[in-house]
């Protein structure tokens, strides 16, 4: 008879520790701990460090700047700056649609857990392996389209001193390699070093946008007309269509505003995340826009010769490095430029950051090779080590396409682009469509504007996807045609038949823990009728 009340009061104690353990969850926990996680990773910064996170990732400096002279050959300064509006601001509507799902489930798998929740019961396998693939062949490209960018930033500047000894796309490459490598040592930090690094960073994004906007304007002589920034369209794309050409502008815009679902991939690591990650997501997009059209409009008053400075074969590539040189002189510009790398590099950094998380996510559930291996955390500084060099490796492999071919980096900011834009399709069309009546919404949501939204929202995202596998210069020969198809069929090629082979038979979703034991989402409802 005493054994048997030994054994009650000890599983009493369990139970009122467990129940007092619940009670010093703060809310985070709570709700992390109700969409079947524990809380494993460090929540230690804030929703501003959130949005500074984000904001590095689609900043202006970082994503403009290497494309800005390719996109003013194609349709011109007005065609540069109208394209940048526009996609600013399907974008923005993009962002709340996003920012609305994120303030409901807030966790690291961010787009792929969303679709789990958004999709039927026999479709959450493939729903969430397709988009979670998706989001990240959009992020890793993104690392490798970054630090290529920043490498030909640095081989620009040395060409500035240098003139008769430009780099190679081989040494470009070489130095691209050892700035995913630092990326890499950065991202085995504590992440509230991490957090504190991109507060700095957005600071320093402001002022050199601030810098290069007012001191460009007040240095370089003579300034471009009005009449040449907002009426002159430049067709030097090749096509015949001036409408294709104008739409060919929407990469350079449109690669720069992605990548800033991070902010959603960095919820479990946020305080007040219902609050704060829906807001760095949505924020980052609508300061960048503000911030993007008033540097476009800067930089091109700075054009003093469109055809020596944008249209020559000898102009230092990537242009605006030219126009700063004319505009300026060399010690201005070897200013500009360093506020241009510091936010590019920055920008690489916090993408390694959000696709690492990314990939811990989609480990967690056993959705990668080697899952066990990417799911570890440093016991030291509670971060995904492994998965922050598996993604350090894959970008610098892909970045040897860069060597390959001359138009290698448009399909590879393509393909950043596509994976991205895709992701954030699927859990909007679920949203407004299967989830219509069923969807919970978060603290933020945008009412009875969300379905409008979502439509919007979907369109533009089909849009873009459609836009950039299409060819990008003209005439199409082997050497120009845009070849971001390719890889990005590949992969997706692999990955499905990799899920369709072995993985369909134990991927069921995100995995979740109810009462201590691993059930999948779609064993939710009959646990529920279980203990009830």
Request: hydrophobic fraction near 50%; include cysteine.
């Amino acid at each position: 008879m005493s054994t048997t009340e030994d054994k009650v009061q000890v599983e009493s104690a369990k139970e009122v520790e467990e129940a007092h353990g619940h009670e010093e969850m703060d809310a985070d926990e709570r709700l992390l701990r109700s969409l079947g996680y524990k809380q494993d990773l460090n929540r230690s910064i804030t929703g501003f460090s959130n949005f500074a996170i984000a904001f590095s990732c689609c900043s202006v400096l970082s994503g403009l700047t290497p494309l800005w002279g390719d996109a003013m050959l194609d349709a011109g300064s007005m065609g540069v700056i109208w394209g940048w509006v526009i996609t600013a601001f399907f974008t923005t509507i993009v962002s709340l649609s996003l920012g609305e799902i994120c303030s409901a489930f807030p966790t690291t798998g961010g787009l792929y857990f969303w679709v789990s929740r958004l999709a039927t019961s026999d479709w959450v396998p493939l729903a969430c392996w397709v988009t979670g693939w998706f989001n990240w062949i959009g992020l890793c490209f993104g690392i490798t389209s970054v630090d290529l960018g920043l490498s030909q930033f640095i081989a620009g500047v040395i060409q500035i001193w240098q003139p008769d000894a430009p780099l190679s796309v081989y040494a470009q490459y070489g130095i691209f390699v050892g700035i995913i490598i630092i990326h890499g040592i950065m991202n085995s930090v504590a992440v509230n070093w991490n957090g504190l690094m991109n507060q700095g960073a957005f600071f320093a994004n402001m002022l050199g946008i601030l810098l290069i906007v007012i001191v460009g304007l007040a240095v370089t002589k003579p300034l471009a007309t009005g009449e040449f920034v907002f009426t002159q369209f430049y067709n030097g794309s090749g096509f015949s269509s001036d409408g294709f050409a104008f739409l060919l502008v929407i990469l350079q815009s449109q690669y720069t505003l992605s990548g800033y679902d991070s902010a959603a991939h960095m919820s479990e690591e946020t305080k007040n995340s219902q609050n704060g990650s829906p807001f760095g997501l949505i924020v980052s997009v609508v300061s960048n826009g503000v911030t993007g059209l008033l540097f476009l409009i800067g930089i091109s008053f700075m054009v003093k010769n469109f055809d020596d400075q944008l249209a020559s074969e000898n102009a230092i590539q990537p242009q605006m490095v030219q126009v700063f040189l004319d505009g300026v002189g060399p010690a201005w510009t070897l200013v500009f430029l360093i506020f241009v790398m510091i936010s590019i590099f920055f920008c690489g950094a916090a993408l390694v950051l959000g696709s690492s998380r990314m990939v811990y996510a989609f480990a967690r559930d056993g959705a990668v090779p080697f899952s066990k291996f990417m799911h570890t955390l440093n016991p030291k500084t509670k971060t995904p080590v492994n998965a922050v060099w598996a993604n350090v490796i894959v970008a610098g492999v892909v970045g040897v396409l860069y060597m390959i071919n001359s138009t290698a980096y448009e399909a590879i900011v393509s393909v950043n682009t596509i994976g991205s834009q895709l992701s954030y399709l699927v859990p909007i069309v679920l949203r407004i469509t299967i989830s219509r009546k069923t969807f919970v919404p978060g603290p933020f949501n945008l009412g009875r504007f969300s379905t409008i939204a979502g439509i919007i929202s979907s369109c533009w995202l089909v849009f873009t996807c459609c836009l950039f596998i299409t060819p990008t210069s003209a005439p199409i020969t082997a050497d120009t045609m845009n070849y971001a198809i390719v890889p990005f069929a590949f992969i997706m090629i692999c990955s499905m038949g990799y899920f369709f082979i072995w993985g369909r038979k134990w991927f069921k979703g995100p995995v979740r823990v109810v009462n201590g034991e691993e059930i999948v989402l779609g064993d939710d409802e009959s646990e529920q009728s279980k203990a009830q």
